[in-house]
């Protein structure tokens, strides 16, 4: 189902478009990719511990490490398991 928008300045009508359901999936899908890649960023950006728990390589244990911050982080609780 398409929809349409209008975008207005002071009052103004400027332009009336309808966006179509192929071109709403596929914007949505591109948001997912950015998502996606920012949260990436954010990984390789994080300063993550190495010490070793388990038998695994110091990269491995990185790489699951960053990963499971970024996801604590996007649902805010990091900070809380950071002052346990």
Not at 70 to 83: E, F, I, P, T, Y
């Amino acid at each position: 189902m398409a929809s349409t928008s209008t975008s207005s300045t002071e009052g103004r009508r400027e332009a009336e478009y309808e966006i179509s359901d192929d071109h709403r999936g596929a914007w949505e899908c591109h948001e997912r990719t950015v998502q996606e890649l920012l949260q990436r960023r954010r990984a390789y950006a994080m300063v993550v511990p190495t010490n070793g728990l388990f038998d695994e390589r110091e990269m491995e244990r990185r790489d699951r490490l960053r990963a499971l911050m970024v996801r604590l982080k996007a649902d805010g609780q990091v900070n809380h398991l950071l002052r346990a």
